[in-house]
């Protein structure tokens, strides 16, 4: 039974984890690889941005359903849903704006987030003897459509003494589907309300919490020479030979907040006021090939053996994803039915975040 239970229903909940890491497998191709190396990256932040920040947002979400620490060996176990939604300002992106050097093109093109159709021609050229050389051409990819991020966490809380709770959670490294996936975080809350002379006689509560969780996934990507140029492979398969790429993204989310709380019998009502952060490293591991001119006997694109046609992971200069940071706030209610808590609440920022969770709590 347990094993049913792992694979049935927790494996795939955790793939939604996966989201932003497999942003690249929902794209039924990654031509945009094709082209420099610097381009190339660029044009994976923009394409990404929007499901990362949210996803890291989301991550951010369900650390607390009340401001009031559990006593010394008191504990909960929590799971909460939160969805990190992507603001339409985030569904293009001005192909033009991105700082491209080798890649050309114009008008608006979709990121992951948005509209699932594809966008401009954008093309990769080099110049010879002042004759601009077309090496490649790929229409932009489409969006998903899709602009609500599920972000699922199961974490414990542990009371600690003089007024401290510590919450914990933690995934171990697993393969899902053709990838894996491991997260982990760890958050502090303390009590100020206790300080306070009278502090029992009233229902409210304040304290100040800090959360950090990390996230990495790894999705196998894929990308074969174009076989309609020319090729000049006299000593390796290109079949096995670019069969070894993959994209690793790593997550990391954190938030510092004041926390208050009014705890009656049943119901309680919470709110948070804070800076958030998010901040999201991608990696290309493996063999890519990319078209590079040769201008023997004339002038043509070729994809060949030479360092400039075969490019390596870790010469792709390192990605990092346009952080998400400012003011966080929140409000929300709790409902406690002996043991049982309910809570949802609203998170309003840069990137909004809905969240409800179920937990079993004892303090």
Not at 92 to 117: E, M, Q
Not at 218 to 235: C, G, H, I, K, R
Not at 255 to 262: E, I, P, R
């Amino acid at each position: 039974m347990k094993k049913y239970f792992l694979k049935q229903v927790i494996v795939p909940a955790l793939f939604i984890l996966m989201c932003p890491v497999t942003a690249l497998a929902q794209i039924d191709n990654v031509d945009f690889l094709r082209s420099a190396p610097g381009d190339a990256v660029k044009f994976i932040e923009a394409y990404v941005a929007p499901w990362a920040n949210a996803f890291g947002a989301g991550l951010n979400g369900s650390w607390y359903n009340t401001a009031k620490p559990h006593k010394f060996g008191g504990f909960d176990v929590t799971f909460g849903l939160n969805v990190g939604i992507v603001p339409s300002s985030a569904e293009t992106f001005d192909i033009s704006k991105v700082g491209f050097t080798s890649l050309t093109g114009t008008g608006n093109a979709s990121t992951i987030a948005g509209p699932a159709t594809e966008g401009p021609t954008v093309s990769y050229t080099q110049s010879y003897n002042s004759n601009t050389y077309t090496l490649s051409s790929f229409r932009t990819p489409p969006g998903t459509d899709w602009k609500y991020i599920p972000v699922p966490t199961l974490q414990v809380g542990i009371g600690l003494p003089l007024g401290t709770e510590l919450k914990g959670r933690f995934i171990p490294r697993l393969p899902i589907r053709d990838g894996d996936l491991m997260l982990w975080g760890v958050g502090l809350m303390h009590s100020i309300m206790q300080y306070i002379p009278g502090n029992d006689l009233l229902p409210l509560d304040v304290s100040v919490f800090g959360g950090y969780t990390w996230l990495n996934g790894n999705v196998p990507v894929s990308l074969q020479p174009d076989f309609s140029v020319t090729q000049n492979y006299p000593t390796i398969n290109p079949v096995t030979y670019f069969s070894d790429q993959n994209l690793s993204m790593t997550l990391q989310a954190y938030n510092v907040s004041a926390v208050a709380s009014v705890n009656l019998k049943i119901i309680t009502f919470y709110a948070g006021l804070g800076y958030s952060n998010t901040k999201t490293d991608v990696e290309l591991e493996g063999n890519y090939p990319s078209p590079v001119l040769v201008t023997s006997p004339v002038p043509h694109a070729e994809y060949n053996e030479s360092d400039a046609s075969i490019i390596r992971g870790d010469e792709f200069p390192s990605m990092e994803i346009e952080n998400f940071s400012g003011l966080r706030t929140n409000v929300g209610f709790r409902l406690k039915l002996s043991v049982i808590t309910l809570h949802a609440d609203y998170t309003r920022a840069q990137y909004n975040v809905v969240s409800a969770g179920l937990g079993i709590s004892f303090r």
